[in-house]
């Protein structure tokens, strides 16, 4: 959590970048370059669709975790908008007012563009705007090196994020300080025991057709069709669901959800700003600071909303999660083990 009151921090986004990354990150090294053209084609393809969705990007604890630096000053997300991958997020992004910047590829296949755009606002920004103290770059790229040098030479803390394995040791090593998407909070890890499990049943899968063939004639032949059309009732139930997700995808509303409820609400954020506030030599964070931190995150945060008289009570309600320490005038608070 940044110590100083008065940081201000700016956030650039190579989306494109990080969406790719993390695809690959839960799908295995190279899935998205492998089902580029599929996703081009048809994003909506039911296979495509559940791998889409399993690999979705969570845009908050992203912005969660460069707010846990300063104030947010500026905020930029680099990407073609206009493709169905990226388009999914556009409403969570404006919700959290990022500033979309539309990127517009020469070609299919092209290089993307967002490295040269991205590094160029970033510099034009801090002669613009020298009360900025903290940057954020959230790609993986060993081309964001120089700027990242850059920074630092022009007095900026510089902060870098991006997916592990897909990150360039070099960017991590010209900048003050890296972390790891996967680590956030709220961030699901990939469960490499569930690829493992598909690469076992990719393989039990052949020999299950190698023993089929000992079963030959109408039997055999009837037993396959059954096969087919239980495989197809599969696809349509996944097709189904696809069809579902997009429709809930498409009604989102840049407010809360009706649903939600503002006490459990609350509480993740606090949750979330104690574990984002965890970095330093000490687990006790100043209460105030934790309070102002959520409400970087948070600005409609206000414990008096959800029935507490004060900050300290709503500490106290959430002891389950949150150890409070009182000595004197001094309030501390930490993660709870």
């Not at 399993?54 to 604890?61: E, H, L, N, R």
């Not at 850059?150 to 897909?166: H, Q, W």
């Not at 599969?234 to 006490?263: F, L, M, Q």
Request: net charge negative.
């Amino acid at each position: 959590m940044a110590d100083s009151q008065d940081s201000r921090v700016a956030v650039y986004l190579d989306f494109d970048n990080i969406v790719m990354s993390w695809y690959d990150r839960v799908h295995g090294r190279q899935a998205y370059s492998r089902d580029r053209q599929r996703i081009a084609e048809d994003p909506t393809e039911p296979e495509i669709a559940e791998r889409l969705a399993k690999a979705t990007v969570d845009v908050g604890a992203v912005i969660d975790y460069a707010a846990s630096f300063g104030s947010l000053t500026l905020t930029r997300a680099y990407a073609d908008w206009s493709s169905p991958v990226n388009a999914i997020y556009r409403s969570q992004l404006v919700a959290r007012a990022v500033d979309l910047v539309q990127l517009f590829p020469a070609a299919a296949y092209a290089k993307n563009g967002a490295d040269i755009r991205l590094a160029v606002d970033t510099v034009e920004d801090l002669y613009l705007m020298p009360d900025i103290t903290h940057v954020v770059i959230v790609a993986g790229d060993s081309d964001y090196v120089p700027l990242a040098q850059r920074c630092r030479r022009l007095g900026r803390y510089v902060i870098a994020m991006g997916v592990a394995g897909s990150t360039a040791k070099s960017l991590a090593a010209a900048c003050d300080e890296f972390e790891s998407y996967e680590n956030l909070p709220g961030v699901e890890r990939p469960a490499a025991a569930a690829q493992k499990s598909r690469s076992r049943r990719g393989g039990g899968g052949n020999a299950q057709t190698s023993g089929g063939n000992d079963s030959t004639g109408e039997g055999g032949g009837q037993r396959t069709r059954s096969r087919r059309s239980a495989d197809a009732d599969a696809k349509a139930r996944v097709a189904e669901r696809a069809a579902e997700e997009a429709a809930d995808a498409a009604e989102e509303v840049e407010d809360d959800e009706p649903g939600e409820d503002p006490r459990e609400a609350a509480t993740q954020l606090l949750q979330r700003a104690l574990q984002l506030g965890d970095r330093g030599d000490s687990d006790w964070l100043h209460a105030s600071a934790v309070k102002s931190h959520m409400r970087r995150m948070d600005a409609s945060f206000s414990e008096k909303a959800i029935g507490f008289k004060s900050f300290n009570d709503f500490l106290k309600g959430n002891a389950d999660i949150a150890e409070l320490s009182e000595s004197g005038h001094e309030r501390l608070v930490r993660a709870k083990d």
